[in-house]
């Protein structure tokens, strides 16, 4: 779906630009151009991306472990 007609941008193109770090939408006007021209696509664009923030989050954190062995050994031998 277009969010932006001014621009063309899409859902899509929002989803990618979250994936390469995108945050905000001062991030996706400066990356897509969203918001520059009239602006009626401001609501859009923010739902569009709070819906992609929560996406990535979500399946950043499942490909984490939840639990890590520690880096370190547990106990020490004397000299």
């Known amino acids: 779906m277009y969010v932006c007609v001014c621009n063309a941008v899409t859902e899509r ?15 996706l006007r400066r990356d897509l151009g969203v ?23 979500s399946t950043s954190e499942a490909s ?7 880096m370190f050994p547990l106990a020490l031998e004397a000299v």
């Open 35 to 57: 918001t520059a021209e009239c602006g009626r696509c401001a609501r859009c664009a923010h739902d569009c991306l709070r819906s992609a923030l929560a996406e990535h989050n």
């Open 64 to 70: 984490t472990p939840m639990f890590a062995r520690p």
């Open 13 to 27: 193109h929002i989803v990618a630009a979250v994936r390469e770090g995108a945050t905000t939408l001062r991030h």
